[in-house]
């Protein structure tokens, strides 16, 4: 029997296609782009949806790159396997700083935490003395890392191996805002207290950002996988990922009826509907009822009525070519900008990636 987990619909169900080679010319980019720093892959998350083994796997083999984060110490184990042919062995940082009951896992795999306060350096050093441990410094954010107080206490630490001090940018969507400037600054002011300390500050916002945020090591997100990490789109980012799913049905409606759950879509006169084998529980969001579209047969067109958890209606009335079941709509990919699709839903493409469903197959080009 399938375990429950394994919840896949391989047949006539959604599916997203990745473009992997896609993805290595973003990650050539971002590194040709910062020519001075190491350009590090986070690929926490499955790879923002899209499978952290796979793309971990084409970026330490075709590009090379041989720094990769993931949040948690289970990721990192999982991808020390896939890494294991590879030579020299990939480094492996893990946001989520060690735990008692991870620190042996820290081990087994041979992950490099990232220390994010006095308590978790304190705990390191004295379980591991002279691991190599990264230490997240915050300057601004106020989510983790340790604040200013904390660092001269770390510092002090003798048996604590400081290789790399990091920071994260809060406002790095928008180049502009004051708040990059002042985060640079502090950073730089506070990483003094580990000299010898390669220094990370930016994602993949900085990383695209001028040279004064690159510092020694980048670590790039989402630009890796398609999507820009500002608020408008950047065209230097190739499309990674398209989200398809196939039409299932075309129905005829006329005036007086309506569509979908609540009857919210009040049909106005004679129109044609397709309904497309995606929904919210793929990770579409419901909020894009109404809103988003798709694109079908070279034309788009827009979800009418709200999302329910399997389907989505199309309204295919105005459209110039004939829709049938087994078309294939797409919701975001070389047709239509995640950027958009996400704008639509009411979110960013980060969310809209993550958010996929276990139904969706993955399909690698
Ligand atoms: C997720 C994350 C990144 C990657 O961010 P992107 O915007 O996707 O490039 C980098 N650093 C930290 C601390 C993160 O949590």
New binding site residues.
Partial sequence: MTPPSAITAKTAGPWVEIDLSAVCANYAMVRNGAPGAETAA?V?CDGYGLGAAAVAQVLATREKCRSF?VAYPEEGAALRAIFKNITPAPAIYV?NGPLPETTALFEQANLIPVLNNLEQAHKWADRKPDAPAVLHIDTGMNRLGAPASELAAIAALGSLRIEMVMS?LACASDPKHPKNTAQRKLFEELAQQFPGARRSLS???GAMMSADYHYDLL?????LYGAS?FDEEDNRIAPVAALKAPVVQVRQADRGETVGYGATHQVEGPARFATIALGYGDGFPRASSGRAHAFINGERARIAGVVSMDLITLDITKLKRPVKTGDIAEFFGPNLSIHDAAAACGTLP?ELLTGLGGRVDRRYL
Avoid: D, E, I, Q
Avoid at 219 to 223: E, H, I, L, M
């Fill in positions: 986070v926490k984060f946001f994260h994602a993949s916002g670590r790039v997100g989402v630009a990490p980060y």
